[in-house]
Every structure is written in C-alpha cells, then in structure tokens.
C-alpha cells in the first residue's frame, strides 16, 4: 500500500524549497508546496478504496513496518504505519484541508518576503501532522507531536523581525513544552507497565483489565496524556499560546486551528480511548475541563475586536466542546465535530484572511463595515461558515455538536446546559463578528494603523475582493460547511470501533439547542445592525466584569507575575549572579589569581643573573646539607 508516501510526498516538497526556493520562480514554488500536499490527498483516496473504503476493508487496522527503530531489552519500537477508520478519518482532513490551505496561501502571501521559505515549513508541518497520525506507536506519534510544535513555532513567528510574532511563536512553544513533559511521562508508565509502546500490544492489555474505581496506573497514565493533550489542543489551563498565535500568517493561522496541530490533542486521547474508558475518573476530567474551556474561551470571543482574535477564541471554544464529547465516552461525536470544525473553521480564518487582505491588512473590525458590497464572495462565504458554526439546523456544525450536547445530557444534564449557554454565545460572537465586518458602512477611512505583521500603512484605500486562488477555497469550504456532514458520516464510520450508543435522548433537548442558537444570531443583529448602541450602554453598565473579560481575565498577566517573573528574576538572581556568576565564575576565577600568584612569584627566580642561579645553588646545597644531617641525627 506504501503508506509511507502520504508523508513524505510534503517532505519532498520541504527538501524542494526549502534547499532550492531561493532560486525558483515563484510558479514553481506553488507548483511543488501545493502539488506535494494535492498528490498526498490523492494517495489517501487510493490507499482507502485499495482498502475498500470506509465499509469492509476497515474493519481491521491495516499497518506497514518499514525497520527496526530502536531495539534494547525488552524495548522493540519500529517504524510503522497505520490506518484504520480513525486514522483514514483524519488523513481526509489533514490532506483534504490542507490541500486547500495550501492553494488559498500561494494568494495570500503572493507579495511576502521569504515566500519559498514560508511554503517549505508549511509542507514540513503537514510531514509531521501526517506522522502523528499514521504513528503505529506512542513514540512515533510523539515524533509527529513534536514535530508539529516546531513547525508552529517557525510559522507562528514567521515575521521574525518584528518582536510580538517572535513573542508569539516561543509563547507557542513554551507552553507546548509543559504539556509534552506530561506527555513523555505517560509513555514512560506506559512502558513500565506493558513492556511496550506499541498500539495494538498496549491496548490490547489494558482491554482485559478491570476499570479502575478509584486512581492507579491507569488513571496516573491517562492524566498525564491529558496534560499533552491540553497543551496541543489549548484547554485550560495550557490554552494561552493559541490566541497569541494569529501573529502569524492568516494561512498558518487557519492550518493550525482547522486542520493540523489543535486537533492533535483530541486525536491522541480518541486513539488512547481504551485506556480512558478504564478509568472513570479520567474521563470525568476530561469533560469537566473541555466543558470550562469551551464556556470560558467563549466568554472572552464575546468582547474582541481583531477579527482574527476573535475566531482564535471560538477555536479554543469548540475544542472544550470536542473535549466534552470526549469526557461523556461520545468518541466519535467528538471526532465528528472535529472535521465538521475543520471546514467552517478553515473557512471562517481564510475568510478572514481576505478580509483582511481586502483592507490592506486591517484586523479590527471596528475599522471595517459594509464590506458585502465590496467583497461578495467572501460575504456569502463566511455567511455559511458562520451559520455552521452557530448552529443553524442541518449545517454540518449543528449535526455533530448537537450530538456531544445530547450526550452530555445523559452524562449530566448540568453540563449540556452550560454547554447550550456556552453554544448561544459562540452563535452571538461569531455573528457580530459577521455583522460588525459586512454590514453598516465602511469605516476604514476613518482612521488607519499597522494591524498586520509590519506592513506598511495605508489611507484612503477601497476594499477589494479577493482574487481566485483565495476565493476557490472559500466557496470549497463553503459548500462542505453546509453540507459535508452528509459527505462523510463519521459516527457511522467510526461505529465499529466506538459503536453508537442508541439513548433515549429527549426531542426537546435538540429544539432548545437550534432555539439557542438562532436567539443568539438574532441577538446580534439587533445589537450590531438594528441597534448598534446597545451593546455600548451594555459595556458603561456592565464596566467592571466587561473590564475583566475585555482583558481576559488577566489571566496572562497572573501567568507572568506568578511563573514568568519569578522564573526570570530567580534565573537572573540566584541562577546567575549567585550560582554562576559567584560560584562557578568565583571558583574559576580563584583558580586562575591563585595561578597568577603563583606564577608571579616563580617568576623571580628566572632572572636571567648567572650569580643569582648561583647563589640558589648554594642555597639549595645548604638546605640539602642541613637536611641530610637532620635526618642523620634524628636516626
């Protein structure tokens, strides 16, 4: 089947621009980084239907081993390759998406500098998000994991001069880092305890042990991959490095959210469901924090006003809410709503890169206004992806997060009803962000600055729509935000690994989640259409809470002043100019006096007077003499 060529087909096209960009048109530039992506695509369609597609041939996992990667002891890991329904599920995603994204970038970034070099970490991220994905162990996934948290922090800060997208990027990798300790300790216990990292080997016997009451191994096990996972997938308290993440570009900003990084924490968990369903008190876990994180995030969408920040927040929204499908044992809701996202969130970032591409950079939406008779696609288009995304019945966002939210009913029925609040809010933030972009009059002559990655200022511009290379994914992504839930059924797909648990859901439970979600449209366009004052006398009312959330709660600020700071000042204080600077510095700074001094006093004895060699030799001859004869006496 040659799995390995769905990853290395972009890996060819990094080695490609990257060793040779410099030196190439530009056509051929797009030629390799989308065509490298595009083929990847066309190899998953032939892989699966040599499979038999998603019916009878993937009823089994299908896997490849290419050689021996480390082998000591007991430890035997190899290089291998796997797909299965899951894994198929999100190859589609990861190519399909990225394929688009790709093609909408050769646009977006057409007048950048370091073109060949953004497009040769572009197809570098889509190798490793591959990687994690087709991993047949936990190492090899981590690889991937790894992989992907490098390639964020060199796209993430890809306007390297300029210091709030470097902020941004280490932000992005340091916070990664804490999550992949967790990570690595999981393994280890993994390891430990199963004598393996493999799979099929692990899973298979955690399948016949007892479901743990209360904690043990496999809780300890399924916490610490949950850390990892927070930390990809942004979940509290591990969630700050996404916002900051639109620094970069707005392709790599929608690659991240829609289709590569942010869904590798969910995936990890979904394929380490064994482990989690044997440990109730993890999963419990799992959906409370998913839960504080979708309704959290939302709150804080609802008082942005960069575009860009605003749909970063939804992403950190709805990843609780896949977090939540999770938590409740509805796996493949939780995947469901994973690609469901993948196309209206990739749709709603790309539309917003042409929005803002079509303002000459600007991202505060204040600025922006009446943009539907300037830019009638990306209107209708971004019209779509956030009726997906607001619940609008039979779109694809409404298909799979009614199901986690039906779920979560019969887990607790406390949490759907925050998670139905939490759904009423993303439908009113993300509509006024529609609302404030396309509808009243354009305001961007008003008033103008540098939003954007250090471009230059522009005045007295008029918005313009954006050209083919943008606009054909925009309608793509479009359509499948309407309707791609039809396209690809996943929780039938994904049944016989997570079989459909068939409840006796209430009818109501999914009236009052449309009835939700169309109050919260409606909300907008009456605070940011009909009546655009309401929402100010709300903020003069409401100052102090709005302050707060305005500012995020502060919650970076206490991140700085209670980790940052201290770390900082104590590497500074103690680490430095205690420990380094008199300590180490001190001790081999006195070796090197004392050596001096010693030297310096040696040194009178080379003078260079053949009376004074003279008058040390008798000297010595003297003390040789003295010596012998005290020694002669003492015997």
């Known amino acids: 089947m040659q799995l390995w060529l769905i990853p290395i087909l972009p890996f060819l096209g990094f080695l490609i621009n990257g060793l040779f960009g410099k030196r190439l048109p530009k056509t051929i530039i797009n030629a390799v980084a989308v065509g490298s992506v595009l083929l990847s695509f066309l190899w998953v369609v032939k892989s699966l239907n040599a499979?038999?597609?998603?019916?009878?041939?993937?009823?089994?996992?299908?896997?490849?081993?290419?050689?021996?990667?480390?082998?000591?002891?007991?430890?035997?890991?190899?290089?291998?390759?796997?797909?299965?329904?899951?894994?198929?599920?999100?190859?589609?995603?990861?190519?399909?998406?990225?394929?688009?994204?790709?093609l909408y970038a050769t646009g977006y970034m057409a007048h950048e500098s370091g073109y060949y070099r953004f497009f040769a970490y572009l197809n570098l991220f889509m190798f490793f998000m591959l990687t994690l994905v087709l991993g047949g162990n936990f190492l090899l996934l981590f690889v991937g994991w790894e992989g992907v948290g490098l390639c964020s922090y060199l796209l993430i800060g890809f306007y390297f001069t300029e210091k709030f997208a470097t902020d941004a990027g280490n932000k992005a990798f340091i916070v990664n880092r804490v999550g992949d300790f967790g990570f690595a300790l999981a393994m280890f216990l993994i390891y430990v305890n199963f004598n393996s990292l493999d799979f099929k080997t692990v899973?298979?016997?955690?399948?016949?042990?007892?479901?743990?009451?209360?904690?043990?191994?496999?809780?300890?096990?399924?916490?610490?991959?949950?850390?990892?996972?927070?930390?990809?997938?942004?979940?509290?308290?591990?969630?700050?490095?996404?916002?900051?993440?639109?620094?970069?570009?707005?392709?790599?900003?929608?690659?991240?959210?829609?289709?590569?990084?942010?869904?590798?924490?969910?995936?990890?968990?979904t394929r380490s469901s064994s482990i989690f369903l044997h440990s109730a008190g993890a999963l419990d876990v799992v959906a409370v924090i998913g839960l504080a994180t979708a309704f959290f995030a939302a709150t804080i969408g609802l008082t942005q006003f960069d575009i860009k920040k605003v749909y970063a927040y939804s992403t950190v929204s709805q990843l609780g809410f896949m977090f939540l499908g999770l938590g409740v044992g509805a796996f493949s809701a939780g995947?469901?709503?994973?690609?469901?996202?993948?196309?209206?969130?990739?749709?709603?970032?790309?539309?917003?890169?042409?929005?803002?591409?079509?303002?000459?950079?600007?991202?505060?939406?204040?600025?922006?206004?009446?943009?539907?008779?300037?830019?009638?696609?990306?209107?209708?288009?971004?019209l779509c992806a956030t009726a997906a995304i607001s619940g609008v019945p039979f779109l694809s966002g409404a298909a799979s997060k009614d199901l986690i939210l039906e779920a979560a009913?019969?887990?607790?029925?406390?949490?759907?009803?925050?998670?139905?609040?939490?759904?009423?809010?993303?439908?009113?933030?993300?509509?006024?962000a529609f609302f404030m972009t396309f509808f009243g009059e354009y305001k961007g002559n008003d008033s103008h600055g540098d939003h954007g990655h250090g471009h230059d200022k522009h005045h007295a511009h008029t918005p313009h729509e954006s050209p083919l290379s943008m606009t054909i994914p925009l309608i793509i992504l479009a359509a499948l935000s309407l309707g791609g839930q039809y396209l690809f059924n996943v929780p039938h797909i994904l049944e016989p690994i997570f079989p459909i648990h068939e409840g006796e859901a209430e009818h109501w439970l999914e009236y009052v989640i449309i009835a939700v979600g169309l109050g919260g449209i409606a909300l907008a366009?009456?605070?940011?259409?009909?009546?655009?004052?309401?929402?100010?006398?709300?903020?003069?009312?409401?100052?102090?809470?709005?302050?707060?959330?305005?500012?995020?709660?502060?919650?970076?600020?206490?991140?700085?002043?209670?980790?940052?700071?201290?770390?900082?000042?104590?590497?500074?204080?103690?680490?430095?100019?205690?420990?380094?600077?008199?300590?180490?510095?001190?001790?081999a700074n006195g070796l090197g006096t004392l050596a001096h001094a010693g030297g310096s006093l040696l040194r009178k004895a080379q003078s260079g007077y053949i009376r004074n060699y003279a008058a040390w030799v008798v000297a010595g001859a003297i003390v040789v003499i003295v010596w012998v004869g005290l020694k002669g006496g003492v015997q």
């Open 51 to 102: 499979l038999g597609g998603f019916s009878g041939g993937l009823e089994e996992t299908y896997t490849e081993h290419y050689f021996t990667w480390i082998k000591s002891g007991a430890l035997d890991i190899g290089v291998d390759f796997s797909i299965d329904r899951l894994t198929s599920i999100m190859l589609m995603i990861v190519t399909g998406i990225g394929t688009l994204i790709h």
């Open 203 to 269: 899973f298979t016997q955690v399948g016949v042990m007892p479901i743990e009451t209360s904690a043990g191994v496999l809780t300890a096990i399924s916490l610490l991959l949950l850390v990892g996972a927070c930390g990809k997938s942004a979940q509290i308290p591990l969630y700050v490095w996404l916002p900051d993440a639109m620094a970069g570009p707005t392709p790599v900003s929608a690659l991240i959210h829609a289709a590569t990084m942010v869904t590798a924490g969910v995936y990890m968990v």
């Open 335 to 382: 995947i469901f709503h994973v690609m469901t996202h993948a196309f209206f969130k990739a749709l709603l970032f790309l539309g917003a890169g042409s929005v803002i591409h079509g303002c000459h950079h600007e991202q505060d939406m204040r600025k922006m206004g009446g943009l539907r008779k300037y830019m009638p696609i990306t209107f209708v288009t971004l």
């Open 409 to 432: 009913y019969e887990h607790a029925p406390w949490m759907y009803w925050v998670g139905v609040f939490t759904a009423g809010m993303t439908a009113l933030y993300c509509s006024r």
């Open 525 to 587: 366009y009456v605070f940011y259409v009909v009546a655009p004052g309401i929402p100010d006398g709300i903020v003069k009312t409401f100052s102090v809470p709005y302050n707060w959330i305005y500012n995020k709660y502060f919650v970076d600020e206490f991140y700085d002043s209670v980790v940052m700071d201290p770390t900082i000042d104590g590497s500074r204080n103690l680490m430095w100019r205690v420990f380094d600077v008199r300590g180490i510095d001190g001790i």
